[in-house]
């Protein structure tokens, strides 16, 4: 909370740097109190303590964020206060205060600095607590059930205590986490963007959170190359190879062959050309099939928006609308759902189903069609192709209806608060799978966050942190193993 508290003392808006600075301080010292009269707790079932601990950050942590925000904006609600920072700390990136100028730029920073801190949360948290249970999408690699370990972390587990791991991997992942960031920060500088403008959206695509202050990228001034930098360090967030101290279960995997990748191309390659050949045919009937820019434009609109959404950060490109204003054709908002449906890769910042599970189910399919043709085949291929078309597929298939159940839930919930069926789909797969741009972009008409009443809020918030934490993961806080004394 000083960061923001500086930008706005430098700015000379100390409406704005008092709230920070008195909230940081006030809740610094509250933190160390709560610290020295834990220090000696030990629980009895470590996992599921940190399991806890990790549900309790989205409990709390939004909270305290918000208490500066409420303050710093007199003329906002706590609730909406609240429902701001729990959508930036989930790396959602849905906001209330669309509006340019609604919100002053410290707070726009803030904003962007809990999303980013939020994505590291999830890296962090992902190798060090959830990876030794089987949790997060690993459970499909190792085959193992969820909530048990994986294999060959269960001396890990046994000795090592994860608060020492959850130290050693914040040691080893924010170097390169923040160097990321620090560097694509630089890049957009260079490109013609300005300074907070380019730090909120450096941040917001390392953190896969979308947030912005100029509605993304459409709304700069770094143009194409600003958007050709965001490009490349959004494939960050399709692999977790790209990170030091990744959880590499897979280690004989090279990297042109790693699932995750292989699925992402598939899909960049794809659904922009579906999308392209659709808005081409479109431009035969409006005789604009040879006006070749405005071709460039839209195939670069569909590649760019494709990687975003997959990614889960949800950054329009600005030539997003080109391919409408080609082929005079609207483009389907279903593509951009089932885009944030698939989501990133594993143990990444970004959300969804992930490709590893989605590529296992397409394993386990195109084994079955062979089997069909020839009963009596062998898979081949190795113990992990074998092990992620079995064992895999079938825990990649348990969590992809817990994750449609979790859909019907959240959709009715928001039809009991009075919105319509098609709406209520939209913001609870938004909220889901972390992608909140969804309800402006994937809609027949938008759907602004702010009209939404209390009830549909907090429906929505409780579906962000289940679909950040994940359903098993939530499951396994809850198995009766961990009740026993």
Not at 426 to 436: N, R
Request: glycine share 10%.
């Amino acid at each position: 909370m000083f960061v923001p508290a500086a930008h706005a003392l430098v700015l000379g808006t100390h409406a704005v740097a008092r709230p920070f600075f008195y909230g940081g301080a006030v809740l610094l010292i509250f933190t160390a109190m709560i610290g020295i009269a834990t220090a000696n707790y030990h629980p009895r079932n470590v996992a599921r303590s940190h399991l806890g601990a990790l549900l309790g950050a989205y409990l709390v942590l939004p909270v305290m964020m918000a208490l500066p925000f409420h303050q710093a904006v007199p003329d906002t609600s706590l609730l909406n206060a609240w429902f701001e920072m729990m959508s930036s700390f989930t790396t959602t990136g849905a906001t209330l205060y669309d509006t340019p100028g609604r919100l002053p730029p410290s707070v726009h920073l803030w904003r962007a600095l809990a999303g980013w801190l939020g994505g590291f949360f999830v890296l962090v948290t992902a190798v060090a607590v959830l990876a030794p249970m089987s949790l997060g999408g690993i459970e499909v690699i190792t085959g193992q059930a969820p909530g048990r370990g994986a294999v060959g972390t269960s001396q890990i587990t046994r000795i090592a205590d994860p608060s020492e791991r959850i130290t050693r991997y914040t040691l080893a992942l924010f170097p390169a986490y923040g160097g990321l960031t620090l560097a694509l920060w630089v890049l957009l500088l260079v490109a013609g963007e300005d300074g907070l403008t380019a730090l909120c959206h450096a941040m917001g695509t390392l953190s896969t959170s979308g947030i912005s202050p100029v509605q993304g990228p459409g709304g700069s001034t770094s143009g194409l190359a600003g958007e050709t930098l965001i490009f490349l360090f959004l494939i960050v967030a399709v692999s977790r190879r790209a990170f030091p101290g990744a959880v590499m279960v897979d280690r004989s995997t090279p990297f042109r062959r790693d699932p995750e990748v292989r699925m992402a191309a598939f899909f960049l390659v794809a659904v922009p050309l579906v999308l392209f050949l659709r808005h081409w045919l479109g431009a035969i009937e409006t005789e604009e099939v040879q006006n070749l820019a405005a071709a460039g434009r839209a195939l670069w609109g569909a590649l760019f928006t494709t990687l975003s959404f997959l990614t889960t950060t949800g950054y329009e490109s600005a030539d997003w609308d080109a391919a409408r204003s080609w082929s005079g054709l609207n483009t389907p908002g279903l593509i951009l759902l089932g885009l944030a449906l698939v989501g990133g890769g594993v143990a990444t910042t970004a959300g969804g189903v992930k490709l590893l599970r989605v590529y296992a189910l397409f394993r386990h399919a195109e084994r079955e069609l062979e089997r069909i043709v020839h009963p009596n085949s062998i898979g081949g291929e190795g113990a992990t192709a074998r092990r992620l078309r079995g064992q895999g597929a079938y825990v990649a298939w348990i969590f992809f209806m817990l994750f449609a159940f979790s859909i019907a839930i959240v959709t009715a919930a928001l039809a009991l608060a009075g919105i319509g069926f098609e709406p209520a789909l939209v913001l609870a797969i938004a909220a889901l799978t972390t992608t909140g741009q969804l309800a402006n972009m994937a809609a027949e008409v938008p759907i602004a966050w702010a009209d939404l009443g209390p009830w549909a809020k907090a429906v929505l918030a409780a579906a962000m942190v289940l679909g950040r934490m994940e359903t098993l993961a939530i499951l396994a806080l809850l198995a009766p193993d961990g009740w026993r004394k």
